[in-house]
């Protein structure tokens, strides 16, 4: 069997990836009373009195929504949010199992964005988090910005940022593979959706110079019209030689590529016009833009992809259930660039008496790593006093 027919089986058999679990033990009628009628009106009235009890009155402080209107669900597209309830449960069983945050899956029947926006808005205050998932670029970059202006809680684009902070962290260990620093080095992002977008500005925070974005129809330009403002945004903080052309003509004398975009699009030769001991980032997945081994034999000094069958798995999964549990530890009220850039640096860290070009990033299923992006994540937010 493959792993898709082996999932589909163990799907019929889990009947969903989540389950309600409660914390009290109900065995006396004073349990009952205590935990609901009469006793939980004294609570009730005292969130009346003061809505910020609520995080410390119910369940609210330690729960997330994960939520999707199904329309960019992993590599599979516009499947609608019925299809993309597997993978929103997926995420919420990532949420508990790594960071034991309670997430709650929610996939919304609407591609309208004032729709979706006002339905996240409503249900905002049974949470301490957003969490947007798998939601088309470029209507993904409109409903993060409005919902972030708009509450009061941390609201994060996973596909986007948690994607950016990955990323990140295996790049600063790559870098110092190669010996290199990252205003030193040219590097080149091959699609610009909402991961190549959010990784090209991420990157620029943590102090990149020379950034080429490639797409489809070739590379950025400022002095070019592009498809929608967050491109336009984008071409105008990258490409500063006006460079144009196609991926393989961004590539020369390129230090570092990172590929979110579609598989074998990539080829031996174009890692040769690279310099010398090149950092390649294939993250298309499940086919990258080129296998690892290729880009080995190619001369590429450290490799990553997106896939678990190949040596250091650059996933977001690394990312978001330790950044928001440190952000609600905090009592954060966003999650910021300086939050993100300590979750990378913890990730990066976590192997430094390690670190090797085939190991410059920790797997997913070290929990220390959690852990360590937790703490990194609270630390900051308190330090910044990006708390409620």
Not at 77 to 83: E, F, H, S, T, V
Not at 140 to 169: M, N, S, W, Y
Not at 214 to 234: F, H, M, P, Y
Request: proline content about 4%; glycine content about 6%.
């Amino acid at each position: 069997m493959t792993i898709g027919e082996k999932s589909l089986k163990k799907h019929y058999e889990w009947k969903g990836k989540i389950e309600t679990k409660t914390k009290v033990n109900l065995q006396t009628k004073e349990d009952l009373m205590l935990a609901y009628t009469p006793g939980v009106a004294t609570p009730c009235l005292e969130i009346e009195k003061d809505p910020n009890k609520s995080f410390l009155l119910t369940n609210r402080a330690n729960q997330v929504l994960v939520v999707t209107d199904g329309t960019a669900v992993l590599g599979l597209g516009d499947i609608g949010p019925l299809a993309g309830m597997p993978v929103m449960e997926g995420k919420a069983l990532l949420f508990k199992h790594f960071a034991d945050v309670d997430a709650i899956p929610l996939c919304i029947a609407s591609k309208d964005m004032e729709e979706i926006i006002r339905t996240i808005k409503l249900i905002a205050g049974n949470f301490a988090g957003i969490n947007l998932e798998d939601i088309s670029a470029p209507r993904c970059f409109k409903i993060e910005q409005r919902l972030k202006e708009e509450l009061d809680i941390p609201v994060f684009h996973d596909d986007q940022h948690g994607t950016a902070v990955v990323t990140a962290a295996a790049l600063i260990n790559a870098l110092k593979i190669v010996n290199k620093k990252i205003e030193d080095v040219k590097i080149v992002i091959n699609g610009a959706g909402a991961a190549g977008i959010a990784i090209a500005e991420f990157l620029l925070f943590l102090g990149a110079k020379d950034l080429i974005l490639v797409d489809r129809t070739g590379i950025l330009s400022k002095d070019e019209q592009q498809s929608n403002n967050a491109k336009q945004d984008i071409a105008k903080k990258t490409n500063h030689r006006l460079i144009k052309g196609d991926l393989s003509v961004a590539l020369k004398n390129a230090d570092v590529f990172i590929g979110v975009s579609v598989g074998n699009i990539v080829t031996k030769e174009m890692i040769k016009l690279m310099k010398k001991d090149p950092i390649v980032f294939p993250l298309a997945n499940p086919i990258p833009e080129i296998t690892p081994t290729l880009a080995k034999e190619a001369g590429a000094k450290v490799v990553g992809s997106g896939s678990n069958l190949y040596e250091n798995q650059i996933n977001n999964a690394l990312v978001f259930p330790g950044l928001f549990k440190g952000a609600m530890l905090a009592n954060a009220k966003s999650i910021t660039h300086h939050m993100m850039e300590s979750a990378a640096h913890a990730i990066a860290d976590y192997v430094k008496d390690d670190l090797r070009s085939d190991y410059i990033i920790p797997s997913v299923l070290d929990m220390g790593v959690h852990k360590a992006v937790i703490e990194s994540v609270r630390k900051k937010a308190l330090e910044d006093g990006n708390v409620r």
